[in-house]
């Protein structure tokens, strides 16, 4: 049974975090955990720098940093029952498969853990959070964001000597789908490169969303109307990811299931290293519809 949970827990954390996903764009961290928790210092102040000194000795400081200790999240999957019956029956390994559910199940919400923390609570002097500039379409009430509102994002960027090549896109996919409707073939060329103005992009249902006032809702707060959708742009060594221990619970041949129950604990953080040179881009998100049978079954 050892075995089996040594697999199960080799299939749950092989490509947890994949080319393809945006946490792959920030300093991995996970060599630094232990216990399930980080043990890092916040760098003081950084040195003075001397144009042409004719004072000797060279005035000298002593750095201070201060000690941090960050505990990782702890991300447990609701059991899965596989009953006997069921294995017997399928025509392929169906345990295999809901660990394979279980990862995603994870990857998804560690992917929405720091879509949340890296984007920034409110706007800040280095962490900007700007209004769209797009049409709003008169009957859901979205407001596109444009080529242009990108481009200025961007120039903020490098106006801060940010490197280009260090900078990530998160868009949902309204968000794509404006820039398509504004300009098909100039988008055409984005999908073809993977790069929007020389940014690498990515695009997830998972960002954040924002009040009317501009300010980060918790996570998995109830939409309301007036609240705005996001888009995430960040420098990838501003941020960072950690992966502690991975723990497989599993009760087999259980009496009352007629079956083996499984589930997961895994140990996660992403959070801004600085908290510098994150940004959100915000447009009004398009009115939620309540459909006439969530109506009734409202009332």
């Known amino acids: 049974?050892?075995?089996?949970?040594?697999?199960?827990?080799?299939?749950?954390?092989?490509?947890?975090?994949?080319?393809?996903?945006?946490?792959?764009?920030?300093?991995?961290?996970?060599?630094?955990?232990?216990?399930?928790?980080?043990?890092?210092?916040?760098?003081?102040?950084?040195?003075?720098?001397?144009?042409?000194?004719?004072?000797?000795?060279?005035?000298?400081?002593?750095?201070?940093?201060?000690?941090?200790?960050?505990?990782?999240?702890?991300?447990?999957?609701?059991?899965?029952?596989?009953?006997?019956?069921?294995?017997?029956?399928?025509?392929?390994?169906?345990?295999?498969?809901?660990?394979?559910?279980?990862?995603?199940?994870?990857?998804?919400?560690?992917?929405a853990m720091a879509a949340h923390n890296w984007s920034p609570t409110t706007a800040g002097k280095l962490n900007p959070v700007r209004l769209a500039t797009g049409a709003v379409d008169s009957k859901t009430g979205h407001q596109a964001i444009t080529f242009e509102d990108v481009m200025r994002l961007r120039a903020w960027f490098l106006a801060?000597?940010?490197?280009?090549?260090?900078?990530?896109?998160?868009?949902?996919?309204?968000?794509?789908?404006?820039?398509?409707?504004?300009?098909?073939?100039?988008?055409?060329?984005?999908?073809?490169?993977?790069?929007?103005?020389?940014?690498?992009?990515?695009?997830?249902?998972?960002?954040?969303?924002?009040?009317?006032?501009?300010?980060?809702?918790?996570m998995g707060a109830a939409p309301i109307a007036g609240d705005k959708q996001s888009l995430l742009m960040y420098c990838d060594t501003e941020v960072m990811h950690a992966m502690g221990s991975t723990q497989v619970f599993a009760k087999y041949k259980d009496p009352g299931e007629r079956g083996d129950v499984i589930g997961f604990q895994q140990r996660f953080t992403a959070l801004p290293i600085r908290g510098k040179y994150t940004a959100s881009l915000l447009s009004t998100k398009a009115t939620v519809e309540t459909s006439t049978e969530e109506g009734e079954e409202n009332q």
């Open 160 to 218: 801060q000597d940010v490197p280009l090549d260090s900078l990530v896109i998160v868009m949902n996919a309204d968000h794509e789908t404006d820039l398509m409707l504004e300009d098909a073939n100039r988008y055409r060329a984005v999908m073809e490169t993977g790069k929007l103005f020389g940014i690498k992009y990515f695009t997830t249902s998972l960002l954040p969303t924002y009040t009317a006032n501009g300010v980060k809702k918790a």
């Open 1 to 111: 049974m050892a075995i089996e949970k040594e697999i199960w827990s080799a299939i749950l954390k092989e490509n947890f975090i994949p080319d393809t996903s945006f946490l792959s764009r920030s300093v991995n961290m996970s060599e630094f955990v232990e216990y399930d928790k980080i043990h890092l210092a916040e760098a003081g102040v950084d040195p003075k720098v001397l144009l042409d000194n004719a004072i000797f000795p060279v005035p000298a400081s002593q750095r201070t940093d201060t000690p941090l200790e960050i505990a990782l999240h702890t991300l447990d999957t609701e059991n899965t029952i596989v009953r006997n019956l069921e294995e017997m029956q399928s025509s392929y390994p169906k345990m295999d498969s809901v660990v394979r559910g279980h990862r995603m199940a994870l990857q998804r919400k560690c992917a």
